[in-house]
C-alpha cells in the first residue's frame, strides 16, 4: 500500500459502564476524554482540535471546551447519527492535514437509560424532518419498524431468512461472553433468538441492539506527534463517507449510504474488501449488519445471509470476524449511537487489545462502518479502513 497516513490514533478509551443513573453528561465527556489522553500519554493541554455530539450542553463544544479546559484551535460539532464518531476521525485527519490543529479530541457521552430518553421511545411520534417537507415522506413509527421493513424488503427481494439474521445476534453473543462489561454475557442459539418476542414483524427483541449508557473517546494525531509517543499507533488509510436520500419517497430500502462511502475509503486506502481482516459493523439491528457485509463488498448483493449463517461472523473460524466486543447487540450502544465503540474496537484488534478468545491472530488491516439514523431517511454512512502502525 503506498497510501501516506495523514493522521494516527494514538488513544482510545471505552467507559466501562452501561448503566450510570447520577452521571451528568459534561462528567461522562471528561472521563472518556481524560482516559483516551491518558491510553495516548498525553494531557489537556496538548489538544488543539475538539470534536463532540450535538447533544452536548448548554452551547455544545463550547461549553465543553470550558469545562474541559481545552484551549483548541478548531472544533467541530454535528450530528450525523451512529456515523457521527467514524465521520469525525476522517474530520479530524482533514484539519490536521491542514494545518488547523495537531492532537485532535472525539468524545461521545449518553445517558438514554438513566435519562429515560431512548431514541425508540422518543420517536414513536415522527418528528419534523427536511425530507418530510420536501419530499412529503417519512417513514415508520420509530427505527424498529423502519428496519423491520427493511428486513422484510430484503427477505422478498433475496430468499434472507430469519434464521440467517439470528445467525448475526449469534456471533455477537458468543464474542460478548468474553467481555466483562458487556450488558448481556450469555451465548444464545438461532433458536433463542426466534423465540424472543416479535417487536415489529420480522424482528425478534434479539435482532435489536441495546440501550446504554456510557460513551468512549479518541485521540487523532499529526504523524509527527505519534512518533514522539510511546504508544502503537494505528494509521487511518482510507476514509469515505456518502448521504443517502429518500428519492422522492420511492425508497430502495436494499441498500445503504455505506456502499458509496466504502468505495470512496477503499480507493484512499488503495485495498479490496477481500484485505480487510477485522471488521467493525454498526449493528442497530442484525438486518443493519447483514446489508452492510453486501455493500461494503464482502459478499454479493442479496448473499448476506449465506455469509452470515453458521457462524460467518466468528473471531475464529468465521469467514470474516465482526464485532468481537459483542457490539451494539450484546455489549452496549451509549447514547444511541454506536459508531465510538466501533473504531475502538478496531483499534483494539490492531493493537493486538482485546479479548485473548476474540482477537484476531495478526490483525493488521481493519475496517469500520457506521451508519447513521434511518435507511428510509436522513441516513448518512461514513467508513474507515485503519492500519496498524509499522
Same mark, same amino acid.
Given at each position: 500500500?503506498?497510501?501516506?497516513?495523514?493522521?494516527?490514533?494514538? !488513544?482510545?478509551?471505552e467507559?466501562?459502564?452501561?448503566?450510570?443513573p447520577?452521571?451528568?453528561?459534561?462528567r461522562?465527556?471528561?472521563?472518556?476524554?481524560?482516559?483516551?489522553?491518558?491510553?495516548?500519554?498525553l494531557?489537556?493541554? =496538548?489538544?488543539?482540535?475538539? $470534536?463532540?455530539?450535538?447533544?452536548?450542553?448548554?452551547?455544545?463544544? #463550547?461549553?465543553? /471546551? +470550558?469545562? /474541559?479546559?481545552l484551549?483548541?484551535?478548531?472544533?467541530?460539532?454535528? =450530528?450525523?447519527?451512529?456515523?457521527?464518531?467514524?465521520?469525525?476521525?476522517?474530520?479530524?485527519?482533514?484539519?490536521?492535514?491542514?494545518?488547523? @490543529?495537531?492532537?485532535?479530541?472525539?468524545? *461521545?457521552?449518553?445517558?438514554?437509560?438513566?435519562?429515560?430518553?431512548?431514541?425508540? &421511545?422518543?420517536? *414513536?411520534?415522527?418528528?419534523?424532518?427536511a425530507? $418530510? +417537507?420536501?419530499?412529503?415522506?417519512?417513514?415508520?413509527?420509530?427505527?424498529?419498524?423502519?428496519?423491520?421493513?427493511?428486513?422484510?424488503?430484503?427477505?422478498?427481494?433475496?430468499?434472507?431468512?430469519?434464521?440467517?439474521?439470528?445467525?448475526?445476534? #449469534?456471533?455477537?453473543?458468543?464474542?460478548?461472553?468474553?467481555?466483562? =462489561?458487556?450488558?448481556?454475557?450469555?451465548?444464545?442459539?438461532?433458536?433463542?433468538?426466534?423465540?424472543?418476542?416479535?417487536?415489529?414483524?420480522?424482528?425478534?427483541?434479539?435482532?435489536? @441492539?441495546?440501550?446504554?449508557d456510557?460513551?468512549?473517546a479518541?485521540?487523532?494525531?499529526?504523524?509527527?506527534?505519534?512518533?514522539?509517543? +510511546?504508544?502503537?499507533?494505528?494509521?487511518?488509510?482510507?476514509?469515505? +463517507?456518502?448521504?443517502?436520500?429518500?428519492? $422522492?419517497?420511492?425508497? =430502495?430500502?436494499?441498500?445503504?449510504?455505506?456502499?458509496?462511502?466504502?468505495?470512496?475509503?477503499?480507493?484512499?486506502?488503495?485495498?479490496?474488501?477481500?484485505?480487510?481482516?477485522?471488521?467493525?459493523?454498526?449493528?442497530?439491528?442484525?438486518?443493519?449488519?447483514?446489508?452492510?457485509?453486501?455493500?461494503?463488498?464482502?459478499?454479493?448483493?442479496?448473499r448476506?445471509?449465506?455469509?452470515?449463517?453458521?457462524? !460467518?461472523?466468528?473471531?475464529?473460524?468465521?469467514?470474516?470476524?465482526?464485532?468481537?466486543?459483542?457490539?451494539?447487540?450484546?455489549?452496549?450502544?451509549?447514547?444511541?449511537?454506536?459508531?465510538?465503540?466501533?473504531?475502538?474496537?478496531?483499534?483494539?484488534? %490492531?493493537? &493486538?487489545?482485546?479479548?485473548?478468545?476474540?482477537?484476531?491472530?495478526?490483525?493488521?488491516l481493519?475496517l469500520? $462502518? &457506521?451508519?447513521?439514523?434511518? %435507511?428510509?431517511?436522513?441516513?448518512?454512512?461514513? #467508513?474507515?479502513?485503519?492500519?496498524?502502525?509499522?
Open positions: 500500500m503506498s497510501h501516506q497516513p495523514g493522521a494516527v490514533i494514538v !488513544g482510545a478509551y467507559h466501562p459502564g452501561r448503566d450510570l447520577g452521571h451528568t453528561i459534561p461522562l465527556q471528561r472521563e472518556v476524554a481524560h482516559g483516551a489522553l491518558a491510553d495516548a500519554g494531557e489537556i493541554a =496538548d489538544v488543539d482540535g475538539f $470534536f463532540c455530539d450535538a447533544n452536548s450542553p448548554g452551547m455544545g463544544p #463550547v461549553d465543553m /471546551l +470550558e469545562y /474541559l479546559g484551549r483548541c484551535t478548531y472544533t467541530e460539532s454535528g =450530528d450525523m447519527g451512529g456515523a457521527t464518531y467514524v465521520a469525525y476521525v476522517g474530520h479530524a485527519a482533514a484539519a490536521i492535514a491542514a494545518g488547523k @490543529c495537531r492532537v485532535a479530541l472525539i468524545v *461521545l457521552a449518553g445517558l438514554p437509560r438513566a435519562e429515560g430518553t431512548s431514541i425508540a &421511545g422518543r420517536e *414513536l411520534v415522527p418528528g419534523p424532518s425530507a $418530510f +417537507e420536501v419530499n412529503g415522506y417519512w417513514g415508520g413509527h420509530g427505527p424498529v419498524a423502519d428496519y423491520a421493513l427493511t428486513a422484510r424488503r430484503h427477505m422478498h427481494e433475496f430468499g434472507t431468512t430469519s434464521e440467517h439474521l439470528a445467525w448475526v445476534k #449469534v456471533a455477537s453473543s458468543e464474542h460478548a461472553q468474553h467481555n466483562p =462489561d458487556a450488558m448481556l454475557r450469555t451465548p444464545v442459539t438461532v433458536d433463542d433468538v426466534l423465540a424472543s418476542p416479535l417487536v415489529a414483524d420480522p424482528l425478534h427483541r434479539l435482532d435489536c @441492539c441495546i440501550v446504554s456510557g460513551g468512549g479518541l485521540v487523532v494525531v499529526h504523524p509527527d506527534v505519534a512518533r514522539g509517543l +510511546e504508544r502503537t499507533g494505528v494509521m487511518l488509510r482510507g476514509h469515505g +463517507e456518502a448521504h443517502k436520500d429518500p428519492n $422522492f419517497g420511492d425508497v =430502495d430500502l436494499t441498500y445503504t449510504a455505506g456502499r458509496r462511502a466504502g468505495e470512496l475509503a477503499y480507493a484512499e486506502a488503495g485495498v479490496r474488501p477481500s484485505d480487510i481482516q477485522y471488521a467493525s459493523i454498526y449493528d442497530s439491528f442484525t438486518i443493519t449488519v447483514l446489508i452492510a457485509l453486501e455493500d461494503l463488498g464482502f459478499c454479493a448483493k442479496g448476506g445471509g449465506p455469509f452470515v449463517q453458521d457462524g !460467518g461472523l466468528r473471531s475464529r473460524g468465521g469467514r470474516l470476524p465482526v464485532n468481537t466486543d459483542g457490539g451494539g447487540l450484546s455489549s452496549n450502544h451509549p447514547g444511541n449511537r454506536g459508531g465510538m465503540t466501533k473504531v475502538i474496537e478496531a483499534v483494539r484488534q %490492531l493493537r &493486538g487489545e482485546t479479548q485473548l478468545e476474540v482477537q484476531v491472530p495478526g490483525c493488521e481493519a469500520v $462502518f &457506521g451508519s447513521g439514523v434511518r %435507511l428510509s431517511s436522513r441516513h448518512y454512512s461514513s #467508513v474507515l479502513v485503519l492500519e496498524r502502525a509499522a
